[in-house]
């Protein structure tokens, strides 16, 4: 795969000019951008793979549900369903997508989860619904421009940040660095533990900001317990289990479970994977399997993996986050 994306160097510059011009079109109002007079917050990134957006759509909805009505509108990544889905209780996996039901199973009737590839129509649709919505989350969008969000929160990993980048398909840019430019706070997500100011200040130094963008890292936090639909396991009175991942990248995972000296062996899928009748059939021969949330969601279906199925939660937590929690709410109250 590496050898393929280095041979396919020379489509670089033309991906880069086509994904270019497309932005600038949009950016000089040839192309149509629709921007609302409520709040809507895009969460997105510049780059393929995962940068733990689904956590910070989690991370807001905490933030404003108290105070507001929210809603999500996600794509619905490989759901079996087309056009606009509005979560129902009989809603899964398979009718609205692994990450929007993951934001239903957890918050219920907090919010409302809705799907639909075409975001403005979503939005249109959500906001038809009485009683509307105050806020709309939208959940991976920064390169949907035909909505205009009233609020940018771009993400991009600390192992590999967009700026030391190229974009697709040797790179994992899905278009420019300047694009980041939308973005009114950039958050480096999945850093080291105690991550020193001066290693903040080298970041900054290379990413060089605009000056009216704020920049925040983050941290995951994984728990220290284990969920099921039915109980709660303590990691450390687990003997042995399977980690099963379905993500991005696992690897900040199995490093923090190799931390806690815990003995499993790990079936790593590809990001969003489709799991077969043979998966499942592996699969029930395991005595203990581990999970992520996302994953868990797609695998609860299935009666024979429900008694021996668990996911392990995670947080994120901002280093400054008074500030942050600020900028975002003070948007919030501004367009309401």
Known sequence: MIFLRYILFPVVPIYYLVSWGISKLYDFGIKASTSYDFPVICVG????GGTGKTPMIEYLIRLLRADYSVATLSRGYKRKTKGFQLARPKA???SIGDEPFQFYNKFKDDILVAVDTNRNHGIKQLQSIDPKPEVIL???????????????????TYAKPYFNDIVLPTGDLREPR??????????????????SEADKARVLQKMKPQTNQHVFFSTINYSNEVISDEEIVRLEDLKSFTLVTGIANAEPLVRFLDSKHLEFEHLNFKDHHDFSSQDILDLEKKDLIITTEKDFMRLKQYESLKHKLFYLPITVSIDDVTKMNGLITDFVKTKL
Do not use: Y
Request: a positive charge; proline letters at 2%.
């Open 92 to 94: 899964t996996a398979e």
């Open 178 to 195: 300047g694009g980041a430019k939308r973005a009114q706070i950039i958050i480096i997500t999945k850093c080291p533990e105690h991550l």
């Open 138 to 156: 939208l959940d991976d969008a920064f390169q949907h421009r035909k909505v205009k969000a009233g609020f940018n929160i771009l993400l991009t």
């Open 45 to 48: 990134n510049l780059s393929v």
